[in-house]
């Protein structure tokens, strides 16, 4: 959801008035999000989300590996600052960046712009690369994540628009070569664990899930159903951590840990009732 339509509900939310909801909505509409609304009021009739079963004794060892980067947000200075000097080739309109933002491969870097930007940059050295293509799509507003797949670089856009898109490496440029899904596919986060990409959807007080590219939905626990994927990191090729947060509820944030190799949950806290833990559990989150 835009600021605007996650700010009106919090106000409903805390104060009641009807006039608000009605602005969420009116926004939806001109939006075009009534179908994604749609497709989320079918999805809590027939998902509910997942039990952790199982739950594993080594949890804090995972958790400790967490990159104090994760879940970040970053100007072009503060990736300079983090990375190193070649982010100085990004222009100096570059409109900021998040975590899930950022490919590392070998020899070059890809950016995808955050905020009120939606370029693509492919970032070396002693160069930058732009990928304009969604400066002709209105309904994109922003990059959510980009990874490397076995299909090419994967492209999740939002937020009217929650697409994904497969991008390629041409002649040492960012290209966009296809479409993949053109709804309900604004993944703000993604991980590879073993040979699978997972990716964390981006629904505010809505049912939130980890799909994988084959179409697999497998929902949050209840504690980050309703919280939009923040952020995910693979630990040990094999479990991918998920950090969400609920917009609608002050930014509580919730942790859970999803075991690839047993395809179930193993761990879930924060929320409401479990703040104040999860926030000591993250406290590296909040560092650099």
């Known amino acids: 959801m835009s600021d605007s339509i996650t700010s009106s509900l919090t106000a409903f939310r805390r104060t009641g008035n009807p006039l608000l909801l009605a602005r969420a909505a009116l926004i939806s509409l001109r939006q075009g999000r009534i179908p994604e609304i749609v497709r989320s009021a079918v999805r809590e009739v027939f998902m509910h989300p997942s039990e952790v079963s199982g739950e594993i004794n080594d949890w804090r060892s995972i958790l400790k590996e967490i990159d104090p980067k994760l879940g970040h947000t970053f100007t072009r200075e503060g990736l300079c600052e983090m990375f190193g000097g070649e982010f100085a080739q990004l222009p100096g309109d570059f409109q900021g960046t998040r975590w899930s933002c950022i490919l590392f491969q070998k020899g070059y870097t890809l950016v995808g ?163 104040k833990q999860i926030d000591s559990l993250l406290a590296p989150l909040s560092r650099g």
Not at 217 to 244: D, G, H, L, W
């Open 113 to 275: 712009e955050y905020f009120e930007g939606k370029r693509v940059f492919l970032v070396r050295p002693d160069s930058c690369k732009v990928g304009e293509h969604y400066l002709g799509e209105p309904d994109v507003r922003h990059i959510h994540s980009i990874i490397e797949s076995d299909r090419g670089i994967l492209v999740s856009t939002g937020d009217a628009r929650k697409a994904l898109d497969q991008w390629q490496i041409r002649a040492g440029n960012p290209v966009f070569e296809k479409r993949i899904r053109k709804h309900s596919a604004g993944f703000t986060a993604a991980a590879t664990a073993g040979e699978r990409v997972y990716l964390g959807t981006d629904f505010s007080s809505r049912p939130n899930w980890i799909e994988t590219l084959s179409g697999k939905k497998i929902p949050f626990p209840a504690k980050a159903y309703r919280c939009y994927t923040e952020a995910m990191q693979t630990i040990e090729n094999r479990y991918v951590v998920s950090v969400n947060k609920n917009m609608l509820s002050g930014g509580v944030k919730v942790c859970s840990i999803f075991d690839s190799q047993e395809d179930r949950f193993v761990f879930c806290r924060g929320g409401m009732d479990g703040t």
